[in-house]
């Protein structure tokens, strides 16, 4: 290639979006012939911009008319359509020249759907045109369904041979020298054969969700095509800001339903569908947390909400550099840790998620779920990622009985915990009652690096200020009289969910009296008749691991603070003994 056309090249290299430029400059480098794009590759995705217009096209048309200009021979091949050609003129050639050389054959072979009749004419017809100078781009998609990500035991006989083949493409100098390159698309990485994946000869280049400009962009596209509707308070450019993790396909169907249906998108309804859209992509593993209620409505604690209320000025104030990576809140069962981290949520204005279980028995799948959701998330930041009992959903990276996925998994989640690059922007929220148990990889600097405690009430006034929340939370109506002579009786290590639980009995007692206020006798027998669950070992253990992941001082109730750190290792040591843990 002469120094002049390199140049040109490079010079439209710099106008392509970054993955484009990053698989344009390793064709360019002339190392590889196989490259795995994955990401986003349902999208819309920018063409070229004709006076401000955009041109928008799938994948395949973007890389064999973008990058490829169309020109010499760009194939196609999934198992659903067989073998295209991007243009009718190269698929009629193709078809001429494979049936002069074999006349025998039946047409319908050379654009077959089976993989090894597929790439085998195809590799011959490569090696036809080699000898011509002719750049020749196969583009595979749905990948995974050729090579999936699974033991090589249990591979067909059509997998194993797809698997060989891809791989010996990778890295036959004939391909490499006679500029013939194979790209593979898929959503997930994870699906694929880690064969294919992690071989050195493999290009892997990761196609994001649209960003904030690129949406932008597409949303004033919109409303020049006079099809976007919205309130007075929105306009493209706001819309753009509240649609993170959204890509140009979801935009495209919001605003094309509210055409249809000549509705106006409010900015309620684009909340609502961001949540129901992201959920259905997410395909249950990702659950938005609402909140009514913001920090005033978190009774005590008060150094853990001065803690939060500081990291929400600093969110409003655009200082996310200064934000921790990530939140341990510890704490016994019943301390509403959740509902501080909802709470938190709520002040600030930022959705917070809740990740649930992602594993799953067949393999490569959990690997494959993770990836959706990490990806998702790097795609909705700034965003909250809650984690409810931690220590047990997280693990270690010593667990066995898997194959080793359990151990990936975990250092997965960990490095991407640890990437300063989402400082502020992905803020982890780990929950816990037994922090002990929560491995230190996790929990260091860098990670959950902000360690933050939540105790039962210690004292008389915290149980009076606790009990007008939950009244106000619970929106109970109750006959005005003094609840101290009552709430003394109310023993120390009972929790604000034991509480609740009484208040919710005492509503209970008044609807079958058939009254809407709730009495003092109600309150009475109600909280007499109540006996909490018992386990006050564990209740004691939980209690001082959390003392122990404490911080500052000013977070530990007094009736722990004069407690000797030894002594209290010690005591920890006993009570798990006691209770059958290995200590």
Known sequence: MSEQLIVKNLDFIRILPAWAQELSYKYLSKTTNLYIAHGNIRDFLPNKMIEGEFIFVRIQEFISEVLFGNRDIVAFYDRSSGINFCSPEMQKEYLNIMESHFPDTPREDFISLDPLKAFDYLEKYFFMNIPHKKRIVLIIDYAETLIPNTELARLSDEDRYALVTLNRWSHDPIFTQG?????????????LSTRIVRSPHTVKVHVPIPDEDIREKFLNFLDR????????????????????????QNLNQIVAESYQEDKPITLEYLTERKKEIIEN???GLLEFIESEHDLSMVSGHEFVKKRFKSAARAIKQGRLDVLPMGYLIAGPVGTGKSFMVSAFASEIGVPIVRLRNFRSKWQGETESNLEKVLNILKAMSPVGVMIDEADAFLGDRNQDGDSGTSNRIFAQIASFMGNTEYRGKIIWFLITCRPDLLPIDLKRQGRAEEHLAIFYPDS???????????????????????????????PNEYSGADLESILIRAKFNAAMENHIIITREDLENAMNDFVPASYPHEIRLQNLVAVLECTSREMVPKRFQNLDRSKLVQEIRELKELLGEHP
Do not use: H, W
């Open 179 to 191: 500029d013939v390159s194979i790209i593979l698309l898929t959503e997930n990485l994870a699906d």
């Open 225 to 248: 095509q006079d099809i976007l509707l919205t309130e007075s308070r929105l306009n493209p450019k706001r819309i753009a800001k509240i649609t993170s993790g959204l890509n140009l």
């Open 281 to 283: 992509e997410a395909v």
């Open 460 to 490: 008389l006034s915290e149980r009076e200020d606790l009990f007008d929340i939950l009244v106000k939370k619970l929106k109970m109506k109750i006959q005005k009289f003094p609840v101290t002579d009552l709430l003394k009786k109310f």
